[in-house]
């Protein structure tokens, strides 16, 4: 299988601090991958750096055998990346249905995709005419995520699914994760052990700023030292 | 009895449209038949507005052309602040171009009515464009001091003595004679009252649609997170700059309808204050509504008329202390605030029918 995303060694600013300082994350096509690491590590600037919204200043990402550096977030998306950033990123002014149409880059796209989303999330069919700001926070993760799926995505980039949602909705998240993993190769950033063991293939470790350990995650649910040593649980 | 004829798909679309805007086509209609109520109340015939005859009713077709072409300048403002998120300090540039352009297209090159329109359109594009320059370098409050700056640098050239010729400089433009008879204000008002009545609901049915296309998603996406709607892989420049060239030709528009009304174009025009007045239209109304460009337009000009009417010089202290009032009190506008309260208004209501025993 060969790498569909390729992060070498990058290093990020963001003003004068210096947050990524050497990175590297390969995801192979297909896969699930996690960013694993202690809050502020520089996971979700990992992901940011991939989508153009914090650029590196030195290092490669490579999509697809593309570069990415000097593009703009829009057209690092049109090529393919759907990010999902945390904090239940919808627009609130919008509806549910106009929050999935936004999201087409080609014509049709919602429609093509509609059953296998409904299918994923049975509620946002429910809540279609709802505005955004009428949705609770799981139903707002749903479609945050569903959003993401509407248009012909290659990589998803998806950050903390699990984050502030109760036990029965992450199960739900969990499932639909691992459905749409199907079709769609995912990179996600998940503080939650327990989530990320169950989803992901393979894992990498980001510490203070540097990728320290990556490895399949099978082997890692086992590694009680790393687990201990890097993420503090067990 | 129902009808056994299945209506045509034609016929389905005209009625959709039709239940869709029940509520505009009513007060258009309204619109339309209040000089004529006006006139009869007067005791005048209908025919007097037909022949334009002195009366209440001429007049206050003149104050409602004034709310008209307020309303289709703060529509413009609305378009750009209120939906694309769009601070700008520099609109009533916009505006003064078209009156600027227009009263001397009208006076000093003695140009018809159509190519003047057609060069108010063509310069409200350019200065879209100009403004559009600065689009992908600054953001909010600098965009917002930016585009003061060219507006004031409009404002200097409008006043200079240099142009005095053309614009009268701190005098204004006075005497600009239209034309065009069939568009004089003083001979023709309830054909001009009409003409203007039908362009502001043609502009507020156009950014309506404008709103609810793709494009107009975008636009509010962008006013609610940029960085997100970019992330959908959307480059919001075009779509900011597709907001300011439509709102730019509306506000144009509106400043070609102000000098073939009132052919005097003072310079205040063209300064912050007339910025600060579409921006209080919107506030009053309801940012982002649309409709409320239109209510907010008909609060400023009443209140302005009769506060002067009534209170003389004191009229300024007792419009602000409105303004005040309105934005501690109605903080989302009257259309904002009605939107968000709509349920329990309802639910209000329904209690008061219950407690009058005329609902279950």
Redesign the interface.
Known sequence: MTNLLEVQNIHTFIGQFHILEGVSVDVLQGSITVLLGRNGAGKTTTLKSV?G?TPPSQGQILFAGEPLQGR???DI??MGIG?V?EHR?I????SVA?NL?????CKGDLARKEEFIFGLFPDLKRLIKLPGTKLSGGQQQMLAIA?ALV?DNKLLLIDEPSEGLAPVLIEQMITAIQQLAANTTVLLVEQNFVVASKLAERYVIIEEGRSVKKGLMAELVNDQETIHRYLGAA | MQSTIPPTETGREALRLFKENRGPLAMLLALILFPFFVALLDGQGPTAVLNNEIGNARFLQGLLIEIFILAIYALSYDLILGITGLLSFGHAMFFAVGAYLTGIAFKSFGWGVGPTLAAVIVAGIVQALLFGLVLPRVKGITFALVTLGFASVFEIIVKSNEMVAYTGADVGLQGVVVPAAWLNTSNERFRLYLIVLFFTFFVYLVYRRFVDSPTGRVCIATRENEGRAQMLGYNTFYFKLTALILSSITAAMAGFFHTVHQPIVSPAVAGLGWTVAALLMILMGGIGTLSGALVGAAIFRLLQFYLERWFGGNATFLIGLVYVLLVMFVPYGVVGTWQARRLDIQRGRERLLRLLHLRP
């Open positions: 989508m919204l703009r977030s829009y998306a049109a990010f950033p990123a627009f609130r002014d919008l106009e149409k936004i999201a087409e880059r959003r248009p």
